[in-house]
């Protein structure tokens, strides 16, 4: 199946900082997303990203489909930003995600 | 996107039992699937609910421990069996389909926390 690879394992910023976290993936995709999971657990969908650039606020996502990675920036960090982030995708006829490893964020005051 | 309803949200079970967690979607969906998170790890996909036949299991998911149902197009549960430690993890409900939503976006419940004693 698809192998889906995040970098870096964690990270540790200062509040107010900029961060770039990085997915690639071995095979082409229908579907990326970018997911945030608080500290309760629960999954927030940031972006469903298959290709191109979106930005949502302070957030924004570019997948270069035909080089196989993906990209979450984080601008002006605050400490709400910190959790896991995970990158998850779907190739082929599958409907179902696969999920990278994550990255730990942790904002600092 | 969908209201997506968990129940239970937690719950400490006893070795050897079994629990069965629901998963309620407001509207109708296309696609659920169950996914399960251990301690300290990324999601893995335990299996596809499919509405009114067997779930198509992942592999190293067998339906004898994780029997799953799905009797229409908003709801599907989750049976954990014989319950072992080696079982506490969040147990998550993921749907694809949500009316108004891009298609083949998935989105997920806000997940069940399962400790075993």
């Known amino acids: 199946g698809i192998q889906v690879e995040q970098s870096p394992p964690d990270l540790i910023l200062q509040e107010g900082a900029n961060s770039t976290l990085r997915c690639n993936f071995s095979?082409?995709?229908?579907?990326l997303q970018w997911f945030h999971q608080n500290p309760w657990g629960q999954l927030i969908n940031l972006f469903y990203?298959?290709?191109g650039t979106k930005q949502n606020g302070r957030l924004s996502a570019t997948t270069v489909a035909t080089e196989r990675y993906s990209l979450l920036y984080i601008s002006s960090s605050q400490t709400t930003d910190s959790g896991v982030y995970f990158c998850?995708?779907?190739?082929?006829?599958?409907?179902?995600?696969?999920f990278g490893s994550g990255t730990q964020l942790t904002v600092l005051p | 996107s969908a209201v997506i309803s968990q129940k239970p949200s937690r719950d400490i079970c006893q070795r050897g039992t079994s629990l069965t967690i629901q998963c309620q979607v407001d509207?109708?969906?296309?696609?659920m699937f169950w996914y399960r998170q251990q301690p300290g790890q990324s999601l893995t996909l335990i299996a596809t609910?499919?509405?009114?036949?067997?779930?198509?299991?992942e592999s190293g998911f067998v339906i004898d421990k994780f029997p799953i149902s799905r009797p229409n197009l908003t709801f599907s549960t989750l049976t954990v069996s014989n319950m072992s430690p080696e079982d506490s993890s969040i147990y998550l409900c993921?749907?694809?389909?949500?009316?108004?939503?891009?298609?083949?976006?998935?989105?997920f419940g806000e997940g069940s926390r399962l400790t075993v004693l």
């Open positions: 993921s749907v694809e389909g949500v009316r108004g939503s891009i298609a083949g976006e998935l989105f």
């Open positions: 095979d082409s995709v229908n579907n």
């Open positions: 990203i298959p290709s």
């Open positions: 998850a995708v779907s190739s082929g006829s599958a409907r179902q995600l696969t």
């Open positions: 509207s109708q969906v296309t696609m």
């Open positions: 609910a499919n509405q009114g036949s067997e779930a198509t299991y």
